[in-house]
């Protein structure tokens, strides 16, 4: 098998899990299972968590199996840093979030619909510096890893995503909870964080006030 076969077969996995992906965490595909399976409903949220972890293992497989060749090198200096500040901010972050509803047990147990853990506007510490916290973390993780071709296309592929996800998940916030969150929009960056772009504590916790009943 060719170089470039390698490569296309790792941005085609990373491809097809993106979009699948976004699929799966669409209305759309919420109201197709409902149709098909209405008494697993409650389980949707559960069952997703539990696919995009399966489904993860081919398109990392995949990448591992086949590095190519050695492009750049982080110096550990950097690299171990940056790998413990991604994961120290996500694991923080998990504070602000109901896990039991994140995860989809609540939903479950309560045998109602897959949306609980999006019904409430989240805005964590990191929420005041960019939109989309996780994805900011996620990509510096994988850009400060040592880069070989593999690696690079599965950077590339997971880059775009994110940005194209990011953008899928904001038109589901803006018809939740309207106005607000275009003023958070306004105020705070995606992805990439802006020294002049940012909210204090107490305008956080406005808008968090606005979108209570």
Do not use: C
């Not at 085609?12 to 399976?37: C, E, N, T, V």
């Amino acid at each position: 098998m060719t170089d470039a076969l390698h490569l296309a077969l790792i941005v085609l996995a990373w491809g097809l899990y993106g979009a699948l992906h976004s699929w799966l965490a669409g209305d759309a595909a919420k109201a197709w299972f409902g149709r098909r399976r209405p008494a697993l409903l409650p389980a949707y949220r559960l069952l997703f968590n539990l696919q995009a972890l399966v489904l993860l293992i081919p398109p990392l497989w995949l990448t591992w199996a086949w590095p190519g060749a050695a492009l750049w090198h982080w110096p550990d200096w950097l690299a171990w840093p940056a790998a413990a500040v991604s994961m120290a901010g996500y694991l923080w972050s998990l504070a602000w979030y109901d896990g039991m509803d994140f995860a989809g047990l609540r939903q479950w147990r309560a045998r109602r619909g897959p949306d609980g853990w999006r019904d409430q506007l989240v805005l964590s510490p990191l929420h005041r510096y960019v939109r989309h916290p996780w994805y900011s973390l996620g990509l510096l993780f994988i850009w400060t890893r040592d880069l070989d071709a593999g690696w690079l296309a599965a950077a590339l592929t997971v880059t775009v995503y994110l940005v194209i996800g990011s953008r899928l998940e904001e038109r589901k916030l803006v018809a939740g909870f309207g106005d607000v969150y275009r003023r958070y929009q306004q105020r705070v960056p995606a992805l990439l964080p802006r020294p002049w772009r940012w909210l204090r504590r107490d305008e956080a916790a406005e808008l968090l006030r606005l979108t209570r009943p």
